[in-house]
């Protein structure tokens, strides 16, 4: 989707490995958010940030963490990856408060 | 009080019917309930959204239904068509930057 490029695309983690999740927005938006999709889940949200620097925890935040420390980048860290964190993880920008949320196309991760 | 419940989890529609997909929320201190529309491979994108302060809002084939005093909302698809099928989520937000999402439901319109 345009402004937001989650890379990469899809990854296979054994469990304990770690890895970052990277998103990039060109859109110069305060906030940035990081959610997880589960069949039959919805989206329920991970961390967010309300800029660069300032970034605070959503509904699910245990396993992963977050950084900002720029506009344009906001990366979603996991540690040890466990096969609950299996799922797709969505990056989403947004102007302000009375703005929509914009969706990247997700990084599908599966851990084994 | 955060939960936001959709229903149904997934609906068969005709093409040319009418597909209707409701939301129930807890919290009155909503203020903005938008709408998503996600395909298959594709992160979530905005169709409609509506506030509190109106009961319906219409945007081409898309309306939302609200009734702020039985606390649910409704998309209903006028015409539906193959290309509508997706899963759709809607959403609730009290501060105007952290959303609520339902548990979605995937849309099938039969051609």
């Known amino acids: 989707n345009a402004g937001v490029t989650q890379t990469p695309k899809f990854r296979i983690l054994k469990i304990g490995q770690s890895m970052t999740l990277q998103c990039t927005q060109d859109?110069?938006?305060?906030?940035m958010y990081w959610y997880r999709q589960d069949p039959g889940m919805g989206l329920k949200l991970i961390y967010y940030?309300?800029?660069?620097?300032?970034?605070d925890k959503g509904e699910v935040p245990n396993g992963y963490n977050v950084s900002r420390s720029t506009t344009e980048d906001f990366p979603l860290r996991l540690e040890l990856a466990a096969p609950s964190q299996t799922s797709v993880y969505f990056c989403?920008?947004?102007?302000?408060?009375?703005?929509?949320?914009?969706f990247g196309n997700g990084t599908r991760l599966t851990v084994t | 009080q955060q939960q936001v419940k959709q229903s149904p989890q997934s609906l068969i529609v005709q093409k040319g019917g009418i597909s209707i997909i409701n939301c129930a929320y807890e919290?009155?201190?909503?203020?903005?309930f938008p709408w998503y529309q996600q395909f298959p491979g594709k992160g979530p994108a905005l169709l409609i959204a509506?506030?509190?302060?109106?009961s319906e809002k219409k945007e081409g084939r898309f309306t939302i239904s609200f009734n702020k005093s039985a606390k649910q909302f409704s998309l209903h698809i006028m015409d539906s068509q193959p290309g509508d099928s997706a899963t759709y989520f809607c959403?609730?937000?009290?501060?105007?930057?952290?959303?609520?999402f339902g548990t979605g439901t995937r849309l099938k319109v039969l051609a």
């Open positions: 989403a920008i947004k102007e302000g408060l009375s703005s929509p949320l914009h």
């Open positions: 919290n009155t201190a909503f203020d903005y």
């Open positions: 940030s309300v800029g660069a620097g300032i970034t």
């Open positions: 959403a609730a937000s009290k501060d105007g930057y952290k959303y609520i």
């Open positions: 509506i506030r509190p302060d109106v």
């Open positions: 859109m110069n938006h305060n906030y």
